[in-house]
């Protein structure tokens, strides 16, 4: 084999952070010669740079080459994105009728029932069983999902197209990657629905299995926008053993229903509190998610007791389901995820094949 032979090779072992996908593949390498090899950037600010230059240069050390880092040009980075669209335009919902990816509206009828800690922790789950997942905070007025995953890095636009970053092998994006930290979002329906079409349309995916949503909790105009938008999507309902949040639940899910969604089933929230003896302090009552479940016509997927290693965990950036397999609540997730991997059906879905 020739240098340039040797040194493709050992570049298509590089995997693009953000697009999962080897450089190689991408048209990031450039120019090869006697010393050295030029691996081309999206854009110049790519957050991933130094991961990306780094992981090059482990790889071809053996041959005695330097890795330098360049950016492409505007023909390259067309180039680049006609190859990640695959022929489709450009501002396509990927997750239209035919999709092959179980989309998922994870909602409550009110706030404070642990919603967007859940679904962090079902997202990574999922990822960590080999499974392609993403993950949108689509509250926008009440974002938290960056910090819950540890995400600090910015999306890289590529032009039009958004790149999102991928923390614990989940892709995701939210408002709070777009504004700083302490700034409070204060927007009427428009540009609610805008937002939300440009996480749909704008965001490069990829080819995922799972598409988790983050809902605000209520029923207000992004219950309405995505439930017009993802037809095939199923909400799943989270709710506490307390009735008065329970009877809030029901009606979250039922906007579902109205939008065309199934639900697919409840996950009752911080249902007891395990003392030292073994038994259980039913704090916030007792049925709750059973009511929801029934009124909902669906099953009651799990019961997650309250954990103070779930929320040490949130606030660290660090889910629980990757630090404490022997916590009651990450146990119980996990039985959540193992449900819906195992009630996943590809039946009636149209696969294309080339």
């Known amino acids: ?129 080999g499974l392609s997942v993403g993950l949108i905070d689509a509250d926008i007025f009440g974002y938290s999902i960056p910090g819950q995953l540890g995400i600090t890095d910015k999306p890289t636009k590529l032009d039009e197209m958004i790149l999102p970053p991928v923390a614990f092998g989940v892709k995701v994006i939210s408002i709070g990657m777009f504004v700083d930290g302490s700034q409070a979002i204060a927007w009427r329906g428009p540009m609610l629905h805008r937002t939300i079409e440009q996480f749909l349309k704008d965001v490069y995916w990829g080819d995922l299995d799972y598409l988790l949503i983050d809902m605000p909790p209520g029923t207000g105009d992004i219950a309405i926008s995505l439930g017009q938008q993802l037809p095939t999507a199923k909400t799943v309902v989270i709710t506490t053993p307390q009735v008065a949040a329970s009877d809030v639940a029901v009606r979250s899910g039922l906007v579902g229903q109205q939008t065309g969604q199934s639900c697919l089933g409840v996950i009752e929230n911080m249902s007891w509190l395990e003392l030292p003896d073994g038994t259980r302090n039913e704090l916030f009552g007792v049925g709750g998610g059973e009511e929801v479940a029934k009124a909902l016509d669906a099953p009651l997927l799990g019961q997650i007791p309250l954990s103070s290693n779930l929320r040490q965990a949130s606030d660290s950036g660090i889910p629980a389901v990757l630090q404490n397999e022997q916590d009651p609540a990450v146990t119980a997730i996990q039985g959540i995820v193992e449900k819906l991997v195992r009630g996943r059906s590809l039946k009636g879905k149209r696969i294309p094949l080339a």
Do not use: H, W, Y
């Not at 957050?47 to 230059?53: G, M, S």
């Open 1 to 129: 084999m020739t240098l340039r032979e040797d040194a493709l090779a050992a570049l298509a072992r590089v995997i693009d952070p953000e697009l999962r996908r080897p450089i190689t593949e991408l048209g990031m390498v450039g120019e090869i010669s006697e010393d050295r090899v030029e691996i081309k950037l999206t854009v110049a600010t790519c957050p991933a740079a130094e991961r990306i230059r780094q992981d090059a240069q482990d790889q071809v050390d053996n041959l005695g080459l330097r890795v330098d880092l360049a950016v492409m040009n505007q023909s390259e980075r067309d180039q680049l994105k006609e190859l990640l669209r695959e022929g489709k335009p450009a501002r396509v919902n990927p997750f239209e009728a035919g999709t092959l990816t179980e989309v998922l509206l994870i909602g409550s009828g009110k706030g404070g029932v642990g919603k967007s800690t859940i679904t962090a922790n079902l997202a990574v789950s999922l990822a960590a069983r």
